[in-house]
């Protein structure tokens, strides 16, 4: 539906266009006054009439493709507004926060760069202890803004993984810095978009919600549960799946797998019901209305690319 607005710009050519059309009219009356002046009755007179008609006709025509050549470009343009914020070869702009770790400290390597991908691994752990990282994105904070990834799980969960957090991942965004995160503090403050993979046995969608330390609204009711299943199919298979998030400050986000819109709530805020830290107690109930994004270690190997987003400011 975002494609389909008329931003103000294109309004005021519209509106330049029209000053055109209307600007040729005058132009051809002024040249043959007498001729329109004549009594409806003179078949010269009706002639020239029909002559301007067909003339203005063509200033609007002419007028109309320019509109909808420039509307194009501006759609062509927009794909353009696309920033990459994983460069493929290393991860400059991005910082690890660990559970029981300070934050920039890569325990076991958990978060590394291979084949131009992200890659969330634990073959460095002998037990992955309920070690729950992070991996942000810190070179700016985000609030109107769609953002786009693929992910896909591989390999076998960690030694100690509990067993929710099989094949179980995610990107947390509006989320807080990593630097301000308790030294044991398992999870940002933030929104989750959770990524489930399929265990064969039933269902089990992809592209949830999760809220940790904070709290949404669905059909104006307050969300009760700390995660809410989407609509989304089942991917049993590790193959790559496409998600979308697309938010709007602390109004409204929606959830896309696959290019199916699978969730979607309103009214981002912080939490009030003791699950913030000790040190953001006093945000309580206050807007979450922008922040930082981050990909999650939850103990299952996961990887992640073409990490993207566009401002919709």
Same mark, same amino acid.
């Given at each position: 539906m975002i494609n389909f607005i008329v931003k103000f710009?294109?309004?005021?050519?519209?509106?330049?266009?029209?000053?055109?059309?209307?600007?040729?009219?005058?132009?051809? #009356?002024?040249?043959? $006054?007498?001729?329109?002046? #004549?009594?409806?009755?003179? $078949?010269?007179?009706?002639?020239?009439?029909?002559?301007?008609? *067909?003339?203005?006709?063509?200033?609007?025509?002419?007028?109309?493709?320019i509109f909808f050549i420039a509307i194009g470009f501006k759609s062509l343009s927009n794909g353009d507004d696309w920033e990459y914020i994983f460069n493929g070869n290393n991860l400059d702009d991005w910082t690890v926060k660990i559970k029981g770790y300070p934050s920039g400290e890569n325990f076991g390597n958990t978060f590394k760069v291979k084949d131009g991908q992200i890659q969330v691994s634990y073959e460095n752990y002998e037990?992955?202890?309920?070690?729950?990282g992070h991996l942000?994105?810190?070179?700016? *904070?985000?609030?109107?803004? %769609?953002l786009k990834l693929e992910y896909k799980f591989f390999g076998e969960q960690a030694n100690g993984g509990e067993g929710w957090a099989t094949k179980n991942s995610g990107v947390m965004f509006h989320s807080q810095h990593p630097e301000t995160l308790l030294i044991d503090q $398992?999870? $940002?403050v933030s929104i989750e978009t959770q990524f489930l993979g399929g265990l064969s046995d039933g269902s089990r969608p992809t592209g949830n919600l999760c809220t940790p330390g904070t709290d949404v609204d669905m059909n104006s009711v307050k969300v009760k549960g700390h995660c809410t299943r989407s609509k989304s199919d089942t991917f049993n298979n590790d193959d790559w799946v496409k998600a979308e998030i697309i938010v709007y400050s602390d109004s409204?986000?929606? %959830?896309?797998?696959?290019?199916?819109?699978?969730?979607t709530y309103t009214n981002l805020r912080y939490g009030d019901d003791g699950r913030l830290p000790e040190n953001m107690i006093d945000k309580k109930d206050q807007k979450l209305s922008e922040g930082y994004i981050s990909l999650q270690s939850e103990s %299952?190997?996961?990887?992640?690319?073409?990490?993207?987003?566009?401002s919709l400011n």
């Amino acid at each position: 539906m975002i494609n389909f607005i008329v931003k103000f710009k294109e309004i005021n050519l519209f509106v330049k266009i029209n000053k055109i059309f209307f600007a040729g009219v005058a132009q051809l #009356v002024e040249r043959q $006054p007498s001729k329109l002046n #004549v009594a409806g009755s003179n $078949p010269v007179s009706r002639s020239y009439k029909i002559i301007v008609m *067909k003339k203005s006709l063509n200033f609007f025509y002419v007028g109309l493709a320019i509109f909808f050549i420039a509307i194009g470009f501006k759609s062509l343009s927009n794909g353009d507004d696309w920033e990459y914020i994983f460069n493929g070869n290393n991860l400059d702009d991005w910082t690890v926060k660990i559970k029981g770790y300070p934050s920039g400290e890569n325990f076991g390597n958990t978060f590394k760069v291979k084949d131009g991908q992200i890659q969330v691994s634990y073959e460095n752990y002998e037990n992955f202890d309920f070690r729950y990282g992070h991996l942000y994105y810190t070179k700016k *904070k985000f609030k109107n803004y %769609h953002l786009k990834l693929e992910y896909k799980f591989f390999g076998e969960q960690a030694n100690g993984g509990e067993g929710w957090a099989t094949k179980n991942s995610g990107v947390m965004f509006h989320s807080q810095h990593p630097e301000t995160l308790l030294i044991d503090q $398992p999870f $940002p403050v933030s929104i989750e978009t959770q990524f489930l993979g399929g265990l064969s046995d039933g269902s089990r969608p992809t592209g949830n919600l999760c809220t940790p330390g904070t709290d949404v609204d669905m059909n104006s009711v307050k969300v009760k549960g700390h995660c809410t299943r989407s609509k989304s199919d089942t991917f049993n298979n590790d193959d790559w799946v496409k998600a979308e998030i697309i938010v709007y400050s602390d109004s409204i986000a929606h %959830h896309i797998i696959n290019g199916k819109t699978v969730l979607t709530y309103t009214n981002l805020r912080y939490g009030d019901d003791g699950r913030l830290p000790e040190n953001m107690i006093d945000k309580k109930d206050q807007k979450l209305s922008e922040g930082y994004i981050s990909l999650q270690s939850e103990s %299952h190997p996961i990887k992640f690319r073409n990490i993207r987003i566009k401002s919709l400011n």
